[in-house]
């Protein structure tokens, strides 16, 4: 993922955006954030506390652009106020935004669902992966343009297990389910000031988020086997859907769930040898 080279061109030349959930070089937030950088974006970072924002830094400093990053503890009100505040004081606008943050227990992203979800821990997967978009869509679209001065664009990022049982998924397939109904709600109240929010339902990946999922590796191995291109999910497929969904290229799409997963979401039944 490190060497991957995204096309350049001019495509998002002139916008500014925010990319929230960079965690490392193998983030699905990184790759989306090359690739919209590779066609002429400016970039704000998001990070959660001082661990990440050492991870993250060099990254944005690869870049070539100034460094623009911010605090950002999605579960805290205070902390959001903060960072959207300083993303007002350094641009006009914000022409898009990323949100590419999850999080549930270890625990109990493995066994039962029924057993091993607790009250806590169903309240954070929720606040956090599907909560912390409706408060950032909010705070965002205050300082998006108008609709006359074209609007702007926001994705989020989920998974099948959303729509479908996943071994050991559980309650972060529960709070995916929420983000995705959360898109459509945000979209249809957005859309009239021109702003487009969408999603993409991106095949595995060998991302932290996986590797924090027990059977992740059997999850990757099934997701190439089964999908009907016989092949991984790509990070060039994922950001290149996105740079379609927040550029102009997807200017009447909006409240969509994007399947970008090799076509693994339309399999029912797994070819079968006699």
């Known amino acids: 993922m490190a060497n991957t080279e995204f096309p350049t061109g001019a495509l998002m030349k002139g916008k500014r955006g925010m990319v929230m959930g960079v965690a490392n070089k193998n983030s699905i937030a ?5 690739q919209l950088h590779a066609q002429g974006a400016k ?34 009100d205070k902390s959001m106020d903060a960072c959207f505040k300083a993303l007002e004081n350094r641009w006009d606008k914000l022409d898009f935004l990323v949100h590419a943050i999850a999080f549930a227990g270890k625990e109990e992203l493995q066994g039962s669902f029924t057993h091993n979800t607790t009250r806590p821990g169903f309240q954070r997967a929720m606040d956090i992966s599907a909560f912390s978009f409706v408060d950032a869509a909010r705070r965002a679209s205050a300082l998006m343009p ?23 998924y559980n309650v972060m397939g529960v709070a995916k389910a929420a983000l995705e109904a959360s898109t459509r709600y945000i979209a249809r109240d957005l859309g009239p000031q021109g702003i487009r929010v969408n999603a993409i339902s991106a095949g595995p990946m060998r991302t932290l988020a996986m590797a924090g999922i027990s059977g992740g590796r059997t999850l990757m191995k099934t997701g190439k086997d089964w999908s009907m291109l016989k092949q991984d999910t790509t990070m060039e497929g994922i950001a290149g859907a996105a740079l379609y969904l ?29």
């Open 30 to 34: 990184w790759g989306i954030a090359r």
């Open 43 to 76: 970039l704000a970072f998001s990070y959660q506390d001082e661990t990440l924002e050492k991870r993250v830094r060099p990254l944005v400093d690869s870049l070539g652009q100034e460094p623009f990053m911010v605090t950002a503890d999605v579960s805290s």
């Open 146 to 168: 108008s609709k006359e001065e074209g609007g702007g664009a926001m994705v989020s990022l989920t998974y099948l297990g959303s729509e479908r049982v996943v071994p050991n």
């Open 246 to 274: 927040l550029s102009d290229l997807g200017k009447s799409c909006t409240g969509e769930i994007l399947h970008v997963d090799a076509g693994f979401h339309a399999v029912a039944v797994p070819d079968i040898e006699d």
